[in-house]
């Protein structure tokens, strides 16, 4: 299936699905063996698909597990260009729908996940600690930090 974006010489957008899992004060978020950095869960939205079908399938891919949704939690329009790896010299705008999932009472998964043929390892951050780890989306540290009800819209302008 192909996913819902495109490039156009330097410029690249995609429409993204993504998770919010808490365990045990944790967020899940991935990392592979040749990014620098931690993101979260998920990944294109197929043409055709709905976001939310979209989220369940990205998070059962990478985790192994399959997580039942509580409520979508952010809508997030994403401007970055500081990029490494298949991004380099990309100017690149990305719209998410963030999930936030219902928590299984347990960080135990069954990850075999590979992104463009490369490894994903699957890493329980702590909350609190999210400030210490390079970890995309930005807005996530501060916005796990306090109670949420309703849908928000976050702008990341993060350009250089």
Same mark, same amino acid.
């Not at 495109?6 to 410029?11: A, G, L, P, S």
């Not at 990478?62 to 509580?70: A, F, N, R, S």
């Given at each position: &299936?192909?996913?819902?974006?495109?490039?156009?010489?330097?410029?690249?957008?995609?429409?993204?699905?993504?998770?919010?899992?808490?365990?045990?004060?944790?967020?899940?978020?991935?990392?592979?063996?040749?990014?620098?950095? +931690?993101?979260?869960?998920?990944?294109?939205?197929?043409?055709?698909?709905?976001?939310?079908?979209? %989220?369940?399938?990205?998070?059962?891919?990478?985790?192994? %597990?399959?997580?039942?949704?509580?409520?979508?939690?952010? %809508?997030?329009?994403?401007?970055?260009?500081?990029?490494? =790896?298949?991004?380099? =010299?990309?100017?690149?705008?990305?719209?998410? &729908?963030?999930?936030?999932?219902?928590?299984?009472?347990?960080?135990?998964?069954?990850?075999?996940?590979?992104?463009? =043929?490369?490894?994903?390892?699957?890493?329980?951050?702590?909350?609190?600690?999210?400030?210490? +780890?390079?970890?995309?989306?930005?807005?996530?540290?501060?916005?796990?930090?306090?109670?949420?009800?309703?849908?928000?819209?976050?702008?990341?302008?993060?350009?250089?």
């Amino acid at each position: &299936m192909q996913d819902c974006g495109f490039t156009r010489e330097n410029k690249w957008f995609r429409y993204r699905a993504a998770a919010i899992i808490i365990e045990e004060d944790c967020a899940l978020f991935a990392g592979n063996e040749i990014d620098n950095y +931690y993101y979260s869960i998920g990944g294109g939205v197929h043409v055709g698909e709905t976001s939310e079908k979209a %989220v369940k399938r990205e998070v059962l891919e990478e985790t192994g %597990v399959e997580y039942e949704i509580e409520r979508l939690a952010v %809508v997030h329009e994403n401007f970055f260009n500081e990029n490494q =790896g298949t991004l380099k =010299g990309m100017d690149c705008h990305e719209i998410s &729908m963030y999930y936030l999932m219902k928590p299984r009472g347990t960080k135990q998964l069954n990850s075999d996940s590979y992104s463009q =043929g490369v490894r994903e390892t699957m890493h329980w951050i702590p909350i609190k600690d999210l400030d210490k +780890y390079k970890a995309f989306p930005t807005f996530l540290k501060e916005y796990l930090s306090k109670e949420h009800a309703g849908i928000e819209h976050i702008i990341t302008d993060e350009r250089k």
